[in-house]
């Protein structure tokens, strides 16, 4: 059971909670409209190509990506009064936030995949190029970043037994950060997995028991208000630095 909040708790509660009016301005309820607009388009490219011989078998894909996301945000708030069990607008509202991030990005990649016999390779590699900014739509003042990545990786898979496959990957994570967050570093990491399957198509069954290690260089975290964040960091992201996650 949650303890009984006392003092300025109980007061505070007991607003909120509308058993009692508001009788000082730092009383008010603060109520915002968090409005935002999203957009997400892109068009992308693929080519494959397969072929086969004699107990082998290739299939390769190489893809072209372009993207752009964005989003404008336009936040307000106003106080409210409790009176008589009802929230009463004191104020217009005031705007807290009004700005615009853009992303946009550059990605080729490609993609081979190579059986022989019970054994199947899987290497691949995708290269990206974005572009970031973030606006203040209030004053025009404008942040811009870009950079370079490339994320490769490998599957391995051996047929042990009819149905019953070993298998194992290594592949590198990637996921930049937000538009205007100044001195953090995207986050980065290798991933490491092995395991075991069994597949059977025509009896409609499939387990998979698989062991996994995902290493950040950099773990991104993000300043939120229910973290306990002070409202001038609220929305800035933080690097948490080297982090080992583990699991199966």
Request: with cysteine.
């Amino acid at each position: 059971m949650l303890n009984q909040p006392t003092g300025r708790r109980q007061v505070l509660y007991d607003v909120i909670a509308g058993n009692a009016d508001t009788t000082s301005p730092d009383e008010n309820l603060l109520i915002g409209e968090n409005k935002r607009t999203f957009v997400s388009q892109g068009v992308q490219s693929t080519v494959v190509h397969r072929a086969e011989g004699d107990g082998w078998a290739h299939r390769a894909e190489v893809g072209l990506r372009v993207h752009n996301d964005s989003i404008d945000r336009d936040h307000s708030q106003a106080p409210f009064a409790m009176v008589n069990n009802r929230p009463v607008r004191q104020e217009a509202p005031s705007p807290t936030l009004d700005n615009t991030g853009r992303t946009t990005a550059f990605a080729a990649f490609f993609f081979e995949q190579f059986s022989w016999s019970r054994l199947t390779l899987a290497p691949g590699v995708r290269v990206e190029h974005y572009r970031q900014s973030l606006t203040n739509d209030a004053t025009g003042s404008s942040v811009e970043n870009d950079d370079t990545v490339v994320v490769p990786g490998v599957g391995l898979n051996v047929e042990l037994i009819d149905h019953l496959s070993a298998l194992a990957g290594v592949h590198r994570g990637f996921s930049p950060t937000a538009p205007g967050q100044a001195g953090v570093e995207s986050e980065t990491s290798i991933n490491y997995e092995a395991g075991l399957r069994y597949s059977d198509s025509k009896q409609d069954r499939l387990l998979e028991a698989v062991a996994f290690l995902n290493d950040y260089d950099n773990l991104v975290g993000d300043c939120a208000f229910s973290a306990g964040c002070d409202e001038s960091d609220l929305d800035r992201q933080f690097n948490g630095g080297a982090v080992n996650v583990v699991g199966a």
